[in-house]
């Protein structure tokens, strides 16, 4: 990363109840409590077209392929990296962004079984060689994080996947980290939300002496 770097990316993966939502909140409380500008955002649905695209990922009861999800996954990301996060970055923010590109590995991928080299090629149609700078992996068992969220009421299309496909995800999402353990970072999604604050904060201030924002 050079010094002229502007802004910083970085995104919060990991299954359903990791605590991607509870740390991103933390994290942008603290950056925007020591004077950073702060975006927090989400895929799919950060913007106005993709929260449309969500309704439909998440909630539509019609038979969607998994190439048809992948697609419109993909659509909310190029539509999310053109409004959102290169304009933020152009202006020196910090983008707090709950799942992105390896999410979509990891669900569509490890999990659906479609081709991890189609949904590369994809990812980078979509984000234009802009990864996220840092990504935080929030890591633990399927089951037991399962537990956090069931109280939630109707599970959406990819929450009510059986045990197995939760399970490949997790895997999934830990085998990226392995292929790119500069920019993924993994944290045990078990330890208390204290102690995950501070990991998360130190990963992120790491990051950001690298980088120009406001
Ligand atoms: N480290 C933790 N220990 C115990 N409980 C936690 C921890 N982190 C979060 N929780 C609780 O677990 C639940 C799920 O957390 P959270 O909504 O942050 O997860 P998430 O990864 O955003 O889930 P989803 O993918 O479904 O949006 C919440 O009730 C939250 O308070
Ligand atoms: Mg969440």
Do not use: W
């Not at 740390?23 to 500008?37: F, K, R, V």
């Not at 081709?115 to 234009?128: D, G, H, M, S, Y």
């Amino acid at each position: 990363m050079s010094a002229e770097k502007r802004g910083l990316f970085v995104t919060f993966e990991g299954i359903d109840g990791s605590g991607k939502s509870t740390q991103m909140q933390l994290c942008a409380q603290a950056l925007e409590a020591a004077g950073h500008s702060v975006v927090i955002t989400r895929n799919p649905g950060g913007t106005a077209f993709g929260l449309e695209l969500r309704q439909i990922l998440l909630h539509s009861t019609q038979t969607v392929y998994p190439m048809s999800e992948l697609l419109l996954f993909i659509a909310d990301r190029a539509q999310h990296m053109n409004e959102m996060v290169f304009p933020a970055l152009a202006e020196g923010k910090v983008i707090l962004c709950d799942r992105h590109m390896d999410s979509t590995l990891a669900y569509q991928g490890y999990g659906r079984g479609l081709p991890l080299a189609t949904i590369r090629e994809l990812n980078e149609i979509a984000i234009q060689g802009h990864k996220p700078d840092l990504t935080l992996l929030f890591d633990g068992d399927p089951a037991i994080l399962a537990q956090r969220v069931n109280n939630r009421g109707q599970a959406d299309r990819l929450e009510g996947e059986k045990a197995d496909f939760h399970r490949r995800v997790r895997e999934g999402f830990l085998e990226l980290a392995q292929l790119e353990p500069q920019r993924i970072q993994v944290l045990n999604a078990l330890e208390p939300i204290e102690q995950l604050q501070t990991q998360t904060l130190q990963h992120v201030q790491n990051a950001l002496k690298h980088c120009l924002v406001s």
